[in-house]
Nanobody, 122 residues
Framework: QLVESGGGSVQAGGSLRLSCTHS????????MGWFRQAPGKAREGIAT????????YYADSVKGRFTISRDDAKNTLYLQMNRLKPEDTAMYYC??????????????????WGQGTQVTVS
């Protein structure tokens, strides 16, 4: 089970940190990541990482502003979002995948999803 938190409303230029807590089952997964979906748009991958390694991947739209990280002791995945823009407004989801292709940032690769947390930037 994946549970996101940390969403909210923020002004442009501000920051938020999203959290995704997970159970130990993710040890059987290869990738975890953050995705988002704005109204009327397709879900897109924005940041992913290998569970068993340190490699991270970012969409061009968030590169240099967002950072994905994890705290294994807390079973938590984070997304630090800085210099937020109105176009970052979306529902943000945490997901885990058994497919070892984190760099693809493709939602279709991910079978385990959280319920989402809303981020609104004005």
């Amino acid at each position: 089970q994946l549970v996101e938190s940390g969403g909210g409303s923020v002004q442009a230029g501000g920051s938020l940190r999203l959290s995704c807590t997970h159970s130990g089952y993710i040890s059987s997964r290869h990738c975890m990541g953050w995705f988002r979906q704005a109204p009327g748009k397709a879900r897109e991958g924005i940041a992913t990482r290998y569970i068993g390694g340190s490699s991270t991947y970012y969409a061009d739209s968030v590169k240099g502003r967002f950072t994905i990280s994890r705290d294994d002791a807390k079973n938590t995945l984070y997304l630090q979002m800085n210099r937020l823009k109105p176009e970052d407004t979306a529902m943000y989801y945490c997901a885990a995948s058994r497919i070892a292709a984190c760099s693809r940032l493709l939602p279709v690769d991910y079978a385990d999803w959280g319920q989402g947390t809303q981020v609104t930037v004005s």
